[in-house]
């Protein structure tokens, strides 16, 4: 009897120190995860506010590592694995929530960029109606506004799809402009035209009269002449 339990006894033990090297050999890989999450954090967590659409994303993540504490080097059988990877786990999740909401914020800069940019597009559009002379230029712009708004209304439109939205509504833009100008400068060339055409009218009209009046006065002169000598 005695030698069974004995035998027992160093069977229960052979077996409890093969689970706690088992349990020490989870415990060092369970802390390897968690000293790169905190790490990963910690990095994670020097974003700027401003670069978040939600700052408590940020707030988060800082108490999620904090709660994580420093792991402790050396595992004892009792180590909480459990813990650790609760800790882990809610790292990580804090960190995507904050990657989740530099994004957003990325896309609210993205989509208020290009909407600041219709709406210059759109009052140049407005302002530039019957003073362009060629009008194909504003029907062009209105397509690069109608482009901008279908990529502004996107969920999550791309910064490359933006930037072209913005290009062609500025390149449309510039061809409006340059389009004002021209018809400005053709409007004031006929101006001058038709004030040059009405002087030199009046001018002509002047000298006519002039020389109309000048035989007229010879005319008489002459009459007065002619009965004097009579």
Not at 8 to 19: G, I, Y
Not at 24 to 36: E, G, L
Not at 85 to 102: G, L, P, R
Request: aromatic share 2%; glycine share 2%.
């Amino acid at each position: 009897l005695f030698w069974w339990h004995s035998n027992s006894s160093k069977v229960s033990q052979a077996a409890a120190l093969v689970e706690c090297k088992a349990a020490a050999k989870q415990y060092d890989s369970a802390k390897k995860k968690i000293t790169t999450a905190i790490t990963n954090g910690q990095t994670s967590a020097q974003t700027p506010t401003s670069d978040v659409a939600d700052v408590n994303t940020i707030t988060t993540l800082n108490q999620a590592v904090q709660d994580a504490g420093t792991p402790v080097d050396t595992a004892t059988c009792d180590s909480k694995l459990s813990d650790a990877a609760d800790k882990t786990d809610a790292i990580n999740s804090a960190i995507k929530a904050v990657n989740a909401s530099k994004k957003t914020a990325n896309t609210n800069s993205l989509k208020s960029n290009l909407s600041s940019a219709v709406s210059q597009a759109q009052g140049i559009l407005d302002n530039s109606a019957g003073n362009v002379a060629d009008e194909n230029t504003r029907t062009a712009l209105q397509t690069a506004i109608t482009e901008a708004n279908t990529v502004a209304s996107s969920s999550n439109p791309s910064e490359a799809d933006v930037n072209n939205a913005i290009s062609k509504l500025q390149k449309a833009e510039a061809d409006v402009n340059a389009s004002m100008q021209a018809k400005q400068k053709a409007d004031a060339d006929a101006a001058a035209q038709a004030e040059a055409e009405k002087k030199a009218q009046e001018e002509a009209a002047a000298a006519k009269a002039q020389k109309k009046a000048e035989e007229e006065a010879d005319s008489s002169s002459g009459m007065n002449s002619d009965t004097g000598s009579n």
